[in-house]
Nanobody, 115 residues
Framework: QVQLVESGGGLVQPGGSLRLSCAAS????????MRWYRQAPGKQRRLVAA???????NVADAVKGRFTVSRDNAKNTVYLQMNSLKPEDTAVYYC?????????WGQGTQVTVSS
């Protein structure tokens, strides 16, 4: 069982930055992948970024060059640094952990980009 606790969402102006955090209840080295998804109203949940236990990262085209995913193993935490935010980034952001082909989800945190 993996519990995920998210934080860092909020309201920012276009061009601003936020850093989302996802703290896992177990050593993240034992988690195969940690991912960030987002879901805007009326739309499907989409993958934003991912990081493997080996440190390999992937970022969706829509946020490439603006978002960075990283991890801190000592804190069992994965981060999503979001820069140059756009209104279209507005969504509920979810942390996801895959371990031994099981998926666990955080509660979601709202990110709103608006002037």
């Amino acid at each position: 069982q993996v519990q995920l606790v998210e934080s860092g969402g909020g309201l920012v102006q276009p061009g601003g930055s936020l850093r989302l955090s996802c703290a896992a209840s177990i050593n993240i080295f034992s988690i195969d992948y940690m991912r960030w998804y987002r879901q805007a109203p009326g739309k499907q949940r989409r993958l934003v970024a991912a990081i493997s236990s080996g440190g390999t990262t992937n970022v969706a085209d829509a946020v490439k060059g603006r978002f960075t995913v990283s991890r801190d193993n000592a804190k069992n935490t994965v981060y999503l640094q979001m820069n140059s935010l756009k209104p279209e980034d507005t969504a509920v952001y979810y942390c996801n952990a895959e371990r031994i082909r099981y998926n666990y989800w955080g509660q979601g945190t709202q990110v709103t980009v608006s002037s």
